[in-house]
């Protein structure tokens, strides 16, 4: 493939691709525990069929799998620091503040 082909760029958007399938399958009722392995998971099949499809060499395979442990891993990562972002824990004062109890 040529050099500007953007065939790099395409693990980059599998990431938050990752995270919907994970957050649709936790709303169906996967614990939260579990949301990790399960993007761990889903981003080996998504490397390791696209191996497959390709029909690549068993020599690539190696690369395969470390392409989709990196998916896995960086969609788990995105999803913990979005969710730590969003969930952040509020001071007490700004509640009562909000509440029009300021001290």
């Known amino acids: 493939?040529?050099?500007?082909?953007?065939?790099?760029?395409?693990p980059i958007l599998?990431?938050?691709l990752i995270v919907?399938?994970?957050?649709a399958i936790k709303r169906a009722g996967l614990?939260?525990?579990?949301a990790s392995l399960v993007s761990l998971a889903i981003g080996l099949a998504i490397a390791?069929?696209?191996?497959v499809a390709l029909g690549a060499?068993?020599?690539d395979l190696y690369g395969s799998v470390l392409q989709g442990l990196?998916?896995?891993?960086?969609?788990a990562g995105l999803y913990s620091v979005s969710s730590a972002v969003?969930?952040?824990p509020r001071h007490p004062s700004a509640d009562a503040f909000a509440q029009g109890r300021a001290q």
């Open 1 to 10: 493939m040529p050099p500007d082909s953007g065939a790099e760029a395409v």
């Open 86 to 88: 969003v969930k952040r």
């Open 48 to 51: 390791v069929s696209g191996h």
């Open 70 to 75: 990196a998916l896995g891993l960086g969609a």
């Open 20 to 23: 919907g399938i994970v957050e």
């Open 57 to 59: 060499g068993a020599g």
């Open 14 to 16: 599998l990431v938050p």
């Open 31 to 34: 614990s939260s525990r579990y």
